[in-house]
């Protein structure tokens, strides 16, 4: 019976193995065979590592020893890192995923989701390098998509196209949650990354959608605790602006900034964000693209800076500060004349309750704004009454800084104002007491206001001085020199003026035009006429009564000059005799003789 059961078993074997031969089965060449023949080569080629390095083997001693040249660990790290990627991306068969992509393309043609899964998977397979730094801030920004071949790129550009949006949003979402959970865990993200900048730079739209910026700040948010899953997410943000420095910028302050305003975080973390702000910033300053930077974005970043609670480390908080005012200018610098009124509100409230340093700042940029804007003025008009202190403190720095301010800010503008604080901050006649503030306030506009002047004063008053002198001396000395002023050169000009043919013809329009105003008034308002008559022979009497005056004294000047120059010359020996009596007394002889001698030494030299 035991014979007869091992002869059944031996007869059924052999049968199924002649039913193998004879009948093989064809298998479907996919990724997932391809996987499975590339792990058991791997396992083989691993059995003949370890094989090897049970051999012992004798070291061979060279003659002569060179010590090889060591560069800093950091690229020695960053070169070992990029030639392994090289090597692995080099093994791709582009002729073979072509054929296999294909393969699947015509197996299911109305599947786009499934050639994307092959394209995965053929990458995670091919790609096993694991990143040293999960932000790769030792590479340039199109590291490792640069890495790959051309012909590759071209081959997976047009794969992407054909391929609708929908489907590209979905597949690239579940690249940002394997890239997440792949970090997370240890594991490889090369081929995640690749990915993402492969689809980042031929479908810009899948990027830009909301349902992948959404869920790319879900990640952010959930993986703040997660030091290298956060890096590596704050990574992909730099894919969605590109090549446009305004957008990096936004990017920076919409999605990086908030982290380290709410969040306590580790310091990798801090690293990058500062590291991603410095590389915006250079990019920046190395272009002339012009910057705008609203005003809750630089406040944000504002506030940051000075926060006494902050959660940054020491290190990332100076260099915020020593960035501040390259920030303060892309805000600023773009159409001041306009956009400046936007900060002065938010600049003024924030004088209240802040440190020395924060002060200072404060008042420097609210003195920019003044210069710069002159809607400013208005607008500190209508705050001054509810932030009294912090304009008082404004003010006080203004009457500080008065030579510079005076010279760049609207003269009429900072008058105006001035005039409406004076006004504001008057007492009435019934109110006793006044506040300090509202005192010293007071003071100081009353002084500024004084200072100011009128627009005639300085250099203009001085040149209208200058000329008004020049042209009396003229005068004077024209008339001295031909006895009258009718005989001067002066007089006979004025003469051949009132006696030209335009300035006759001129004197009569005018004089027909005062005779019919004449005749209209006292038709229709005497009393109106009358009234302006008497002011204007009032007012020409008093100039004819000066004129007058003038005449008779240059007049006498002229007529007594001799009587007036020996009287001067009389009165200058009197002072001098009285001046020499006052010395004589109160000197010795000798001090008299030397003054003598020496009087009489210049006498002679003159």
Known sequence: KQWYQRRVRAVEEETVENFAISNPLKEH???????RDDTSDQEQDRKQADNKENVITKPRVSGKLRPKKKGSPVAQVKRAEREVLLEQLEEIDISDMRSLIGDVKKRFPNHPRVWLKDIQSYFHMKVTLR?????????????????????L?????????EIPDNVMIGFYTELLDSLARDVRNGACGYHHRILLQCLSHNCPKTVHSKEVTSKLQHLITDSVARTKECVALLWCLQMIPRNKLDTKLKVWFTWMLPILQTRKTERPVQDYILKCLE???SEISESNETIELGPSDFFGYFDLVFSPNSNLYPHVQVVLMEMLDIVKCFAFSSNSEKRLRSFFPSLLIRLQQCSAKQKAVVLKYLLECLQQDAQCWLLWQQMFGKHL????TLLEHIHDNWNVVVKTANRAALKQTLNYLVVTLTPSSGKTKVKENQRRALELCSDMNHAIGSPLKG????????????????????VKEFGSFQASRTGRIYSSFLQHETVVQVSGTVKEYGNAVHKYGMAHVPLLMEYIYTICNSVSSTLAL?????????NYLIENRDEIAQQMKAAVVDAGE?????????TTPENIDWLEKTMLQIMECS
């Open 29 to 35: 060449r996919n990724i997932y065979t391809l996987m």
């Open 131 to 151: 990143e040293s730094d999960s932000g790769l801030m030792m590479y340039e920004s199109t590291y490792p998509f640069n890495m790959l071949e051309t012909e």
């Open 153 to 161: 790129k071209d081959f997976l550009s047009g794969i992407f196209k």
């Open 279 to 281: 590389n915006v910033v």
């Open 389 to 392: 202190n912090n304009s008082v």
């Open 459 to 478: 250099a203009l008053k001085l040149a209208l001085l200058v000329m008004l002198v020049v042209s009396a001396v003229y005068v004077l000395h024209d």
């Open 546 to 554: 000066f004129a007058v005056f003038v005449q008779t004294n240059v």
């Open 578 to 586: 009285r001046a020499y009596s006052l010395i004589k007394s109160v």
